[in-house]
Each structure stands twice: as structure tokens, then as C-alpha cells.
């Protein structure tokens, strides 16, 4: 008696679950994640998002259990692969560009990864849905570029520096806002490029 009552909440949010539209299952993952960039992850509450939302709690918690389930899918939804397409014909070309793209979203996507702090290192469905939505994509997508680059014959695979490109890419996005005070802009990420990246691979 008691396990089947137990399991009756479930298939009732399960039911309960598919009324949501898409559109407005988006809105919610949205609103979620801009709370997050504003306030830091900790501050966000499944009431402020019924509130921003115009919702009500209960119909958050029947889609997602708990805050970090939440912010997970949210993550998830917002999945973009910003570098995939690029080719210019050239490595130098490519990653000027793939640099000029990152500096353009660098202010929502290092926001958001500085909002979640210390949650990260303790959530682990939040860190591994941090790194598929903003990290792993665009890390596959910069090494088809270099891969690219190595097969032209631009550049040796052999070249040492080809391993550090996207923690060099990377790292600058998220350190500027600590060392500066701002956020890695599109001029100053091709600047960064052609200072430090292109010469360690032999490339002007």
C-alpha cells in the first residue's frame, strides 16, 4: 500500500508533464538561467522562478524535481556549438575567427559560468551539464580547426603548442574579468590571438 502511493506523484507529473508546451517549458529554462547569470546560482529559488514566470511552484517542481535537476536542463537546452562552421581556408584565419566569436559571447558565457561559483565543484550533474552545454562542443570544435590546420600542412602535429590552443582560448575569456575588470571582448580576443597563439604555432 504505502509503495503504491508513493509512486502515484510521479505518474501523475508524468501525465501532468506533457501539458507543458515546448515554447513554455523554454521560457521557464530560460528565465532560469538568466536568474542565474543575475543573482549567482545559490540566490536562485524555484519561487523567484514561478514569480518571473507568472507559474506556479508546483508546476516547476512536477517538471524538475529538484533546483539542480533544473538548472541542469536549462543548461542542456542552451547547448550551442559557437565555433562549428567556421573555415576561412586558413588556421590563421580560422582562429582569428573562432576568436572574434568567442569574445561576442564572452559576457553572457562567462557570467554564467562565474554565477554558478562553488556549486559546481559540489553538484555533479550541475558541472557535467555545464561543460556539455558551454565547454566540450566548442573544445571539439577548436580541435577540428587545428586538426584542419595539421592536414594543410600549416602547422607540424608534432607543434607542442597545438595541445594548449583551447585552454589558452579559453582561460583568457575567464581570467580578463578577474586581472582587468572586464569581459574578453571580440577586438581584444584576436589581439590575444595574434599575440600569443598564432606565434607559438609558427603562424602569422
Known sequence: MTSQAADRPE???????SKITPEREQEFLDAVLEQVRECGY????MEGIAASTRCSKSTLYR????????????????????????????????LRRAARVAGEWSGKDTSLLQAFGHAITQDPELR?????????????ALREIL??????????????????????????????PVLEGEYADPDYMVRFVEAAVLPALGLT
Not at 505518474?11 to 508533464?17: C, D, L, W
Not at 533546483?67 to 573555415?87: C, E, M, N, T, Y
Not at 557535467?128 to 571539439?140: D, G, K, N, Q, S
Open 63 to 94: 517538471q524538475w524535481k529538484t533546483k539542480p535537476q533544473f538548472v541542469a536542463a536549462a543548461l542542456r537546452s542552451h547547448r550551442r556549438v559557437r565555433f562549428a562552421g567556421i573555415d576561412t581556408g586558413s588556421l590563421a584565419g580560422d
Open 42 to 45: 545559490e540566490a536562485v529559488t
Open 11 to 17: 505518474t501523475v507529473g508524468a501525465s501532468r508533464r
Open 128 to 140: 557535467t551539464a555545464l561543460r556539455e552545454a558551454l565547454v566540450e562542443p566548442e573544445i571539439a
Open 147 to 176: 586538426r584542419r590546420g595539421v592536414e594543410r600542412g600549416e602547422v607540424d602535429a608534432g607543434n607542442p603548442a597545438l595541445e594548449y590552443v583551447p585552454a589558452q582560448m579559453f582561460g583568457v575569456l575567464r581570467i580578463r
